[in-house]
């Protein structure tokens, strides 16, 4: 468990309580990357991005005890950054697909393409939202910090995405 002493460590430069902190958030940082870019090299590209970033930065983290919300808002700015460059690439390579790209979104289980549909039909922000505390299991404070909403609108925020998925008509079979 990470405690306010390794994190103070790590923002004094400790190369070993950065690794711990680094250990702590991976998994998670991972998982969310993953769902919101549905690429698993693009996932494993922008945590690493991430950490990188981190390391380079501890030492300006002011507060010790935001710095999931730090090492999340961090991650969540890779995404959109990469988002952005999936729409470009997309649209100058719109006349390339190719029969076996299409055959490969067919394969995709069931499930997947189910989740990506519902996440589709959120906003970013309610995307953020969402992942941050389903998959991280970040706290509404710790998420607010992360995208400077107040936390009674991130609470809000989160329970009416979850009402929107609840109420998505994409899923093909009841789970």
Known sequence: MVTEVIVKRAV????EAFKILYEDLY???YRVAYYKLQNVEDAEDVVS??????YKGISKLKDLNAYRAWAMKILNVKCS???KEYYINRTEDIEEVDCQSLENVETESV??????KALDILSDEEKTIVLCSAVSGMSSDEISTMTNLNSNTVRSKLSRAL???RNCKCFKYDY
Request: glycine fraction near 4%; avoid cysteine; aromatic fraction near 4%.
């Open 111 to 116: 499930l997947r393409t189910d989740i990506k």
């Open 27 to 29: 998994k998670e940082m």
């Open 81 to 83: 950054i990469k988002i």
């Open 163 to 165: 009402e929107k998925l």
């Open 12 to 15: 004094d430069g400790d190369d």
């Open 49 to 54: 991005e991430a950490v990188f970033d981190m």
